[in-house]
């Protein structure tokens, strides 16, 4: 694709037209039918959820640019001990590829380093920096802490959203 727009057009065309193909090649088995996003978060497995998340959150599907303000946003709405989760478990992922979370603080301008008192906008900032620079990391944390993707809402993350989606609601 040429540019962001054509593929967030093509996207939301796919997805009007019922084309979800792409998101899962076999057949929805009834039992993983899922009623709403919060019974797909806890009954589906990680695994499941990694592999849906790694296909559609990505920075090559999803710019950064158009990433973190959602991400602000989202991160903003979820509660604060889920909050303190989804900064905890970025620190152990971030801290197994050798970063350590004092550096991180610093370059990344955080208010500390403790993820019980980090406030929304250094939550943000260090999911933004697993986005842009460990995208898999970032994946394996929304797969752990899904609540997160209930409080997207930029119309090219809505498409990634809306296709998987179609996988929790059973519609093909």
């Not at 065309?13 to 039918?33: F, R, Y």
């Not at 991400?71 to 992922?93: C, E, G, N, S, T």
């Not at 801290?95 to 403790?114: C, F, P």
């Not at 394996?140 to 809306?162: C, E, H, R, Y």
């Amino acid at each position: 694709m040429s540019s962001s727009k054509d593929y967030k057009r093509e996207i939301m065309n796919d997805l009007a037209g019922g084309n979800v193909e792409g998101i899962d090649a076999k057949a929805t088995q009834p039992e993983k039918e899922y009623a709403n996003f919060d019974d797909f978060a806890n009954r589906s497995s990680r695994n499941e959820r990694r592999e849906l998340f790694g296909r559609g959150f990505h920075p090559d599907r999803i710019p950064t640019s158009e990433m973190e303000p959602e991400l602000r946003k989202a991160i903003a709405q979820i509660k604060p001990q889920q909050r303190d989760d989804v900064a905890r478990d970025l620190f152990k992922h971030l801290k197994e590829r050798g970063l350590n979370d004092r550096d991180l603080e610093r370059q990344l301008g955080l208010s500390t380093h403790h993820t019980g008192r980090m406030n929304e906008d250094d939550v943000s900032k260090l999911a933004a920096f697993a986005y842009h620079n460990h995208p898999d990391v970032f994946q394996d944390v929304l797969a752990d802490q899904p609540t997160i993707l209930k409080f997207l809402s930029n119309p090219m993350v809505g498409a990634a959203v809306g296709a998987i989606a179609a996988k929790w609601l059973g519609k093909r």
